[in-house]
């Protein structure tokens, strides 16, 4: 499976500001993930992003509020905009496993928003 | 978005003791993934199935693809400390583009 890292692992932000977590892989992908666990939740599907392509919304998560970078096979960036308190959660990207059926996670970057 | 039914939400049981937890869906799916969250981590994958009908063991872990491609299961074995954790079952459809629909989770407490 591969190995996945995230920064940064939790931070805690003031509203109305804007933060960027950042996905690193070690190994080429096709296909990275982004996910939101709130709290007590499971998870939900924000967007998938594919290199050299827009990333595709799932319904309720628009490209204003959560940008995404995808510059290379083994990076991706997401940016919550805009923070309110409602965005408190945690934060998880997955790449496909080499079958393509089976997903991998990164540790997650907790945030809390005040 | 659509989430799967998992139950039971949670449980509580003593070490030594066999679990079955169960995921069920309205639609179909090609794959089916189990996935275990520990506190302050993301989900790693425990167990993945592929075709209806199934059943796959990892160690203590039992799970099987129901034949209607609409249900999985997961059965642990003789239960210890470790298996403390959120557990998550996750269903994909193959014309999807690897997209998972998650479970609501079964949350697994075991007492000594």
């Known amino acids: 499976s591969a190995v996945i890292s995230q920064k940064p692992s939790r931070d805690i932000c003031q509203r109305g500001t804007s933060l960027t977590i950042q996905c690193q892989v070690d190994s080429q992908v096709t296909m990275m993930f982004w996910y939101r666990q709130q709290p007590g939740q499971s998870l939900t599907l924000i967007a998938t992003?594919?290199?050299?392509?827009?990333?595709?919304?799932e319904s309720g998560f628009v490209i204003d509020k959560f940008p995404i970078s995808r510059p290379n096979l083994t990076f991706s960036t997401l940016t919550v905009s805009n923070m309110s308190p409602e965005d408190s959660s945690i934060y998880l990207c997955?790449?496909?496993?080499?079958?393509?059926?089976?997903?991998?996670f990164g540790p997650g970057t907790r945030l809390l928003v005040l | 978005g659509q989430q799967l039914n998992q139950s039971p939400q949670s449980m509580f049981i003593q070490e030594g003791e066999d679990v079955s937890m169960n995921c069920t869906s309205s639609?179909?799916?090609?794959?089916w993934l189990w996935y275990k969250q520990d506190p302050g981590e993301g989900p790693v994958l425990l167990i993945a199935l592929y075709k209806a009908g199934e059943l796959t063991s990892n160690g203590r872990l039992t799970a099987q693809f129901g034949i209607t491609r609409k249900d999985s299961f997961l059965n642990i074995s003789a239960s210890i400390p470790s298996d403390v954790g959120i557990y998550f079952c996750a269903g994909q459809y193959t014309g999807t583009a690897s997209k998972l629909t998650f479970g609501t989770g079964t949350r697994l407490q075991v007492t000594l």
């Open positions: 639609s179909i799916f090609n794959t």
């Open positions: 997955s790449v496909d496993g080499p079958r393509g059926e089976t997903q991998y």
């Open positions: 992003a594919n290199q050299g392509s827009e990333a595709t919304y």
